[in-house]
């Protein structure tokens, strides 16, 4: 099994940053991919972006690309997400995943392919 903590969400201005952190625990953190998605209000939940488990492969949404990075940080069971140049359709509840199987180096970017989820932070941008 594998605990998954979100942490740093936040009101914020439409143009402003925030960094998104996801503690984990309870498995060998770095084995395997994990991801970023997020779920709008009336809006189903969608992919944001996903880190291999060394981090060396990313892959990201079309609407975050380039305003948004993820990473993460094996040695203290972390994975980030700085957000940067935020709108106001960014405003959703973040979520953090991790898969149970899959090779190390992908970047999955559906739900089905993720197993362990976090319980969610709110990130509300104003305009």
């Known amino acids: 099994q594998v605990q998954l903590v979100e942490s740093g969400g936040g009101l914020v201005q439409a143009g402003g940053s925030l960094r998104l952190s996801c503690a984990a625990s309870?498995?060998?953190?770095?084995?395997?991919?994990m991801g970023w998605f997020r779920q709008a209000p009336g809006k189903e939940r969608e992919f944001v972006a996903a880190s291999s488990w060394s981090g060396s492969n990313t892959y990201y949404a079309d609407s975050v690309k380039g305003r948004f990075t993820i990473s993460r940080d094996n040695a203290k069971n972390a994975l980030y997400l700085q957000m940067g140049s935020l709108k106001p359709e960014d405003t959703a509840v973040y979520y953090c995943?991790?898969?149970?199987?899959?090779?190390?180096?992908?970047?999955?970017?559906?739900?089905?392919?993720?197993?362990?989820w976090g319980q969610g932070t709110q990130v509300t941008v104003s305009s």
């Open positions: 309870g498995r060998t953190f770095n084995t395997y991919s």
């Open positions: 995943a991790a898969v149970a199987y899959g090779t190390p180096w992908s970047t999955p970017s559906t739900e089905a392919e993720y197993a362990y």
